[in-house]
Structures are given as structure tokens and as C-alpha cells.
């Protein structure tokens, strides 16, 4: 059964965190949005440790008190092990304003509890729903949209917003994706009860642990407030490739080479079957035309090590409301100055980061604080914790060149 041809201003593909505060913030705009979301909630999305930065987007939309009454994990900084040194950062040493405190959540929580706050504030979003096929024009774009019905209904829509995270919708559909910088990784993560209660360990902080021996192995150990955490480890394919047999094997066995993190997740027990996720980095030619934004994941992913992913979500969704309400209102955009450029500000801030990270000069500099220079570990810290637009910030502004002077400096 076909519905044809139904129109609206604009449609929003994916109602994840960019999706959803896309949409709620148009709404206090006066724009109502389509949001189109090929899952049911709720569904398991991986990406579960906030930074503080993503707080205020969150304020902006109306959804905080909502957030602070789920009962999330409240995150105040990060641990760091290297064998057995250690390094906590707290987020309230940043040199930003803002929030320094965030949240540890189980995203199909998270997500659906974003929705349903987008929801009550007007905003339509239709489950079920996926896009098959989309032709731009000159005056928005015509879309085919195939619900789980078996219904096929022609959307006709004046801008089209991609907020489908890791299905990439516009960018496959459209010829724009372009290979990542970055080396490929993979990454094995599953969910466990985790039986941490009686042993030394700090729930307010995401621990990132790195292997003793190959410093470009990492893992991540995340805690929720329920007595369940999420783990994961990321590494080359070629390291994976070396360990014998499935996903939950390699994840473990790679757990097992790590003395102090295997003995915290002793009692630890898997509650879902272990996913990887292969070569995710990804880029595109271009984020934006006046016709379609792509926001956070969809545009551009660089790597899990920092939790960046739903603050750029975030920061993407907010910079487009102010542009698209003027072109809706009949102005003329740049939406390559208006909205790629300072979005890029961010994202090669971050880039900056994770690629000092690799190198290891971030490690160096995380392990072996600079001692006595209190602002610059204040402006690392405040990179750390999402504040990478905050331009006042060096570390923002020109991150290659401090992230290698003050990695010399650390030994």
C-alpha cells in the first residue's frame, strides 16, 4: 500500500541525540520537524559515557530535569591506568565555564528518554520508518519512505536533516563518504553485571585502561547506576585477527592480558551477546548544502577513546537551528560558514586529541602531568570534558602544536 506525496518543512533522519535535540530545538523555534526512526525504542546503541559540555544542550532543550530524575550514573572525571600508574582527571579543574559534572547512561534508556522529552514538546516522530530513497531539488528534497507496515509514503520536505548516526543514510545514498584519516580499528564491547561492590572502585569516572605492552590497546570499563557497566577494547584488526575464536573469546582474552583490570572483572558476567564494530572512523566530502545538514556520527566519526560522539552530536544540533530558521524565513545561508566551519572547530579539536593519543604524547601527557602549570592541565581538562569550542582555550585553537610541546615536556 502506497501514501503519496506528504509535505513538510523539514525532515529528520534518525532519532538519536543529534535527532531529537535537533528537533525540540526547532520546535521552541516554531519549526515543526518530521523526525523518521527505523528502530522501535528502546535499542542498544553503544556510546554510553557523556561529557559534561553535552549538559547544556540538554538545559537548552528543556529535557534536564527529566535526565537528573532517571537515576543515571553521575560522572565527574576519568581514570586512566598504565600498568600500574595511575591518573584521575576531575572536570571541575577545567578552565571553561560550564557543567562539570555528566552522566554514565545505558543509551537505549538515554535515548528513548530523550525522545519521549522531544515528544511531549510537540515534536512528531515516526518508528518504524526508513528512508529507501531521496532526490534533492532545488527548491528541499523528495524522499521514499517505507514504513514496517509495508506502507511506502513520498515525503516532499524543504531541508533534510541526517541525524542516522552510524547508518549514514545521506552520505551512502548521496556518494558522499570519503576514507578516514585515521588507521583502522575495531572494537569488541558487550554489557556485563559487573560485581564491582566490594571492590576499589570509583563509579563516578569512566576508567580507560591501556594494555601494558601495546600502548595503541585500549579499553574502556563504563559503570551505571544499577550494578551493570559497559566494557570494550579497541585494537588494530591485525591484533584481533591473532586471537582465537568469537567475539566474546577475543574480548576476554584480550581482558586477560591486563593484570588489574581482569582481576576488578573477575565475577564479571556478560548480560549481552559481544558486538564488534569494524574500521568505524569514517568522513565525508562535505557536512552541509542548502538543501541538508549531516549531524554528528553521520557526518563524521573519529574514535570512542574521548566519548565525544554525542557532545558533537549535540554541539551539531544546536549550531543548525539558527541558519535553518533563517532559511526557512526566506534569508540566504552560508551554511558553510554559518554551521561546517564552527562545527570544525570542535571535531579537529577532538581529532587533534585522539591522534596525540595514538602517538602517544597525550598518554605522556595524562600520565606525567606537567607539574606547577595548573592552566594547561586545566585547558587539557576542559578539552576532555566536551569544551572544545571554547576558543579562548590554546588547546582548542591550535591543539597539534601544544599537545606535542607539552608531550615533550613529559617523559
Not at 562539570?100 to 535515548?111: L, P, W
Request: with cysteine.
Amino acid at each position: 500500500m502506497s501514501v503519496s506525496d506528504l509535505e513538510c518543512d523539514v525532515v529528520i533522519i534518525g532519532a538519536g541525540p543529534s535527532g531529537t535535540m535537533a528537533a525540540a530545538l526547532l520546535a521552541q523555534k516554531g519549526v515543526n520537524a518530521t523526525v523518521l526512526e527505523k528502530s522501535h525504542f528502546p535499542r542498544f546503541v553503544i556510546g554510553e559515557s557523556l561529557l559534561p559540555q553535552s549538559m547544556e544542550f540538554i538545559e537548552k532543550a528543556g529535557m534536564m530535569e527529566a535526565l537528573k530524575n532517571a537515576d543515571f550514573q553521575m560522572k565527574n572525571g576519568a581514570a586512566f591506568a598504565f600498568g600500574d600508574k595511575k591518573s584521575n582527571i576531575a572536570f571541575e579543574e577545567k578552565s571553561a565555564e560550564g557543567w562539570a559534572t555528566t552522566f554514565q547512561v545505558q543509551r537505549s534508556s538515554f535515548d528513548k528518554l530523550l525522545a519521549d522529552e522531544a515528544v511531549k514538546n510537540g515534536v512528531e516522530i515516526r518508528y518504524g520508518h526508513e528512508v529507501s530513497s531521496i532526490t534533492l531539488n532545488d527548491d528541499g528534497a523528495d524522499l521514499l519512505v517505507n514504513d514496517d507496515a509495508g506502507n511506502q509514503i513520498a515525503l516532499r520536505c524543504r531541508f533534510i536533516v541526517d541525524a542516522s548516526g552510524y547508518g549514514r543514510v545521506l552520505p551512502r545514498m548521496l556518494g558522499l563518504e570519503r576514507p578516514s584519516t585515521f588507521p583502522v580499528r575495531h572494537a569488541l564491547f558487550t554489557h556485563i553485571s559487573d560485581q564491582l561492590s566490594t571492590k576499589e572502585f570509583d563509579r563516578n569516572k569512566i576508567l580507560i585502561t591501556v594494555h601494558p605492552n601495546e600502548p595503541d590497546i585500549w579499553y574502556w570499563l563504563i559503570p551505571f547506576g544499577n550494578g551493570q557497566s559497559s566494557i570494550g577494547v579497541v585494537a588494530t584488526p591485525e591484533r584481533l585477527a591473532k586471537i582465537d575464536g568469537n567475539p566474546s573469546q577475543k574480548l576476554w582474552s584480550l581482558i586477560s592480558e591486563v593484570d588489574e583490570l581482569s582481576g576488578l572483572l573477575a565475577d564479571a558476567k556478560e548480560i549481552r551477546t559481544v558486538s564488534e564494530m569494524k574500521g568505524y572512523s569514517c568522513n565525508v566530502s562535505h557536512l552541509c548544502a542548502h538543501n541538508y545538514v549531516l549531524l554528528g556520527n553521520a557526518g563524521e566519526f573519529l574514535d570512542p577513546v574521548f566519548s565525544s560522539g554525542v557532545t558533537v552530536a549535540m554541539k551539531s544540533a544546536d549550531l543548525l537551528v539558527e541558519p535553518l530558521v533563517r532559511q526557512l524565513n526566506g534569508e540566504k545561508v552560508d551554511w558553510q560558514k554559518d554551521f561546517e566551519t564552527p562545527l570544525k572547530v570542535g571535531v579537529e579539536c577532538f581529532k587533534a586529541f585522539v591522534e596525540a593519543w595514538y602517538d602517544g604524547s597525550l598518554q605522556k601527557i595524562i600520565k606525567n602531568p606537567p607539574q606547577g602549570e595548573n592552566s594547561i592541565k586545566s585547558m587539557i581538562v576542559s578539552v576532555l570534558a566536551g569544551y572544545a569550542w571554547d576558543e579562548k582555550n590554546v588547546f582548542v585553537t591550535n591543539p597539534k602544536k601544544y599537545l606535542a610541546l607539552v608531550g615533550n615536556q613529559c617523559a
